[in-house]
């Protein structure tokens, strides 16, 4: 893999957390930057092993010297939730547009060799029809996505302008272990788990019939680790799906839960349907997704008595 040392945003959240456990259990040094200001995190997750500073990613004189003699960074940090974007647009162009730029001309300046952008696919809007493939032209619905895609622009000026390796992974609805649950714009998967366990109607938003492409944790952090192959040029300045390539609806995984559910009204600036294509990933990444998510759930339904 050619790494030795990483530097991994966010490094504390729910993705980030594991890929700086897998960077450290394949013996790199990490350097993990995280301000702790997910608001829908129940707990922060610090690996004691890893080389960890409480920084905000847009603070250049702060973070600049952590980024000397990294190979690759893993950028993770964001303002990651659709709704509370809509209450907060400055925060979100701040962190995710500024925050990127910030993170991508440290990288420049200390010669990293390359930088694994985590992006979204509510990139893809309404008009751009399933399966969602990455030549379509993004539809931003919302200032979550248009901050987000921004970070994308970025990355791709500093590969063509400056010779900065990137590389754009687009996350398909991310659940698993460690999953935020905090407050009503959490994720749903871990939403849900918490609502009936705590004997609690799911919270299920419109008619749920949305449809997602639910992507296990552990296949994100595969997907970096394959993106982040120093030795794979092909990768340097592309988009990659990551997602499983089939998708449920919200009403479908409360069903399968089972127990009580109640629907709450509509929200605005999301999308209807989720669906990766990825077969660009299959073949440029060698990556394949291998978690089922109502496997999933059965297993944790059985493992916490739920």
Same mark, same amino acid.
């Given at each position: 893999m050619e790494i030795k040392k990483a530097l991994v945003t966010g490094g504390a959240g729910f993705i980030g957390s594991h890929i700086v456990d897998r960077l450290i259990e394949l013996g790199c040094h990490v350097v993990v930057i995280d301000n702790e200001s997910a608001e829908t995190h129940d707990n922060f997750y610090w690996n004691k092993k890893a080389e960890n500073y409480r920084e905000d990613i847009c603070d250049y004189e702060s973070i600049r010297s952590l980024f000397n003699g *990294?190979? !690759?960074?893993?950028?993770?940090?964001? #303002?990651? /939730?659709?709704?509370?974007?809509?209450?907060?647009?400055?925060?979100?162009?701040? @962190?995710?547009?500024?925050?990127? $730029?910030?993170? %991508?001309? $440290?990288?420049? #300046?200390?010669? !990293?060799?390359? @930088?694994?952008?985590?992006?979204?696919?509510?990139?893809?809007?309404?008009?751009?029809?399933?399966?969602?493939?990455?030549?379509?032209?993004?539809? $931003?619905?919302?200032?979550?996505? @248009?901050?987000? *895609?921004?970070?994308? #622009?970025? $990355?791709?000026?500093?590969?063509?302008?400056?010779? %900065? #390796?990137? @590389?754009?992974?687009?996350?398909?609805?991310?659940?698993?272990? /460690?999953?935020?649950?905090?407050?009503?714009?959490?994720? !749903?998967?871990?939403?849900?788990?918490?609502?009936?366990?705590?004997?609690?109607?799911?919270? %299920? *938003?419109?008619?749920? %019939?949305? /449809? /997602?492409?639910?992507?296990y944790i552990n296949d994100v952090v595969s997907a970096n680790l394959a993106a982040s192959d120093l030795q794979n040029k092909k990768v340097s300045g592309e988009i990659f799906n990551i997602g499983t390539a089939e998708n449920h609806s919200i009403l479908d995984l409360a069903l399968h839960i089972g127990g009580e559910y109640v629907f709450i009204p509509p929200r605005l600036g999301e999308s209807k349907e989720s669906l990766a294509s990825n077969s660009k990933a299959k073949f440029f990444l060698q990556w394949s997704p291998e978690t089922n998510i109502k496997s999933w759930i059965d297993t944790v339904k059985e493992k916490e008595n739920i």
């Open positions: *990294v190979d !690759v960074v893993f950028h993770l940090a964001a #303002e990651s /939730r659709i709704q509370p974007t809509l209450h907060n647009p400055i925060l979100a162009a701040k @962190v995710n547009s500024v925050g990127t $730029c910030t993170i %991508l001309q $440290c990288s420049r #300046e200390a010669n !990293v060799k390359r @930088v694994i952008y985590s992006s979204t696919s509510s990139s893809y809007g309404l008009k751009n029809k399933i399966p969602n493939s990455e030549e379509m032209i993004p539809e $931003c619905l919302n200032p979550y996505s @248009v901050s987000k *895609v921004s970070g994308e #622009e970025f $990355c791709k000026m500093y590969t063509n302008l400056f010779g %900065l #390796e990137t @590389v754009i992974l687009r996350y398909f609805n991310v659940y698993g272990e /460690r999953q935020p649950t905090k407050g009503q714009y959490a994720p !749903v998967v871990g939403l849900f788990l918490k609502q009936k366990k705590e004997g609690l109607p799911m919270t %299920l *938003v419109g008619d749920g %019939l949305q /449809r /997602r492409d639910f992507t």
